[in-house]
């Protein structure tokens, strides 16, 4: 079961887009590049890395094999990190990640709208995770400088 106490609200692509659209668009795009790396906890707390194809709609979406060790980890601990390839040591087109928590999805119009976003053909058995956005950083490299920007989800106050 995953942990609960979030100190954060769940926030989903759109409405990450909303508030912090330069941000959301470099994301988009760096994620559109090529495969990301998927950051979850092993059951004995080490960290596990993943390659993944990340899909971008209103929300942000993953599938995977129902038997695939990162959908476990996310069934276990909920909590993710998500980060774009890098085209090579200096930076390349500049990084991205996202944090926040997975959630495994059943709803069939969830399904619906993340296999219309893929760019590939999700195979039936694959299940469906719905990742929430609770913080975003994105860098990018001009004439060998940094120039990070960061997004942090509002706190939550407690309250439902």
Request: with cysteine.
């Amino acid at each position: 079961m995953a942990p609960s106490g979030d100190d954060f609200t769940m926030t989903t692509w759109n409405t990450f887009a909303q508030q912090a659209p330069e941000i959301a668009a470099f994301g988009a795009a760096r994620f559109q590049k090529g495969v990301a790396y998927l950051g979850t906890i092993r059951a004995d707390g080490s960290p596990r890395v993943h390659p993944v194809t990340p899909i971008i709609g209103e929300q942000l979406f993953l599938f995977m094999e129902p038997t695939s060790p990162k959908g476990k980890d996310l069934q276990r601990d909920a909590r993710f990190a998500l980060h774009c390839a890098v085209e090579d040591s200096s930076g390349g087109s500049g990084e991205f990640y996202v944090m926040g928590r997975a959630t495994l999805s059943h709803d069939p119009h969830l399904r619906e709208a993340a296999v219309k976003a893929a760019s590939y053909a999700p195979a039936d058995r694959y299940i469906l995770f719905v990742l929430s956005i609770e913080s975003a950083f994105m860098n990018i490299y001009v004439e060998g400088q940094s120039t990070p920007q960061r997004w942090q989800a509002a706190q939550s106050d407690g309250s439902l």
